[in-house]
């Protein structure tokens, strides 16, 4: 059996991707942290941990790419999983004065929540938010999350699709201390840093464009360290077992104050 660790309650969104991600059953653990999730993989407890990395509405998840930096796990696999999300409650929508989610999930629902003058409390999960509102038994309380939340927990839907958008998707990376095979279908994730001076962030991304190799993504975050310097976070297409990969990360590793390679793994699909 597979184990499988997650942020959240039962119900999570990250639960449900993990299992969407495995075509065999898996045995999913729940955990209160991000920390905690690449912790137990790291520690053996699971075989895989499953991070979310950004949604198409609100952006990346900070938390989870300041973890990627330090962890010493592989990035084995992708997902986007599709995310729609309910409000979940006792009471009818005209009593609800007062919502909690996930502040990402938050942020997705903005519009829904200001028609409706609801006040926001951030919670650290949507699906623990549902098993607040349960425990609260206010009919002015309600929680928005997914409607395998709604049955966990067994609430009523008090309204489906209140997103903003519905074409709303979180990607989530599947992590472990194993690595993925080529598949002549793959990305590869790295992170690293340069020196504060003009034409440095050029310098190392002139190797992808000479050498035609499609960048996904690229993301900057602070180091932490130094005001004002940055860690990058790079996505593009290719394998680093792939010659023209390991060549072009051999040439960006000497223009770079750090670089890690977090993993090459098969690129997903939208459903």
Not at 168 to 174: A, E, G, K, P, S
Not at 188 to 216: A, M
Not at 222 to 237: C, H, I, L
Request: charged share 25%; hydrophobic share 35%; proline share 3%.
């Amino acid at each position: 059996m597979i184990h499988v660790s997650f942020q959240g309650e039962r119900g999570a969104y990250s639960e449900a991707a993990a299992r969407a991600f495995f075509y065999e059953e898996i045995e999913t653990i729940p955990l209160t942290t991000f920390t905690e999730v690449l912790e137990n993989t790291s520690k053996d407890k699971t075989q895989y941990a499953i991070l979310p990395v950004e949604n198409s509405l609100e952006g990346s998840v900070g938390e989870s790419y300041d973890l990627l930096y330090s962890t010493s796990l592989n990035a084995i696999g992708e997902i986007y999983h599709r995310i729609e999300h309910c409000l979940i409650g006792i009471g009818k929508l005209d009593q609800i004065d007062t919502v909690y989610s996930h502040p990402q999930a938050l942020g997705q629902c903005r519009k829904f929540i200001q028609e409706h003058n609801m006040k926001t409390i951030p919670a650290y999960d949507t699906a623990g938010s549902i098993k607040n509102v349960k425990e609260l038994k206010k009919e002015n309380c309600a929680g928005i999350a997914s409607k395998d939340a709604a049955e966990i927990y067994e609430m009523p839907i008090i309204s489906d699709n209140v997103a903003d958008n519905l074409n709303n998707y979180t990607r989530f990376l599947i992590l472990s201390k194993t690595n993925s095979h080529e598949t002549g279908n793959d990305k590869t994730s790295i992170i690293f840093s340069i020196k504060h001076e003009p034409g440095s962030l050029y310098k190392i991304i002139e190797n992808f464009h000479k050498n035609n190799v499609n960048l996904t993504k690229i993301e900057s975050r602070p180091t932490k360290v130094n005001t004002w310097e940055y860690n990058f976070y790079v996505d593009f297409e290719g394998h680093k077992n792939d010659p023209k990969i390991s060549e072009i990360l051999e040439k960006i590793k000497q223009k770079t104050l750090f670089m890690k390679v977090l993993g090459s793994y098969p690129s997903a699909k939208l459903n």
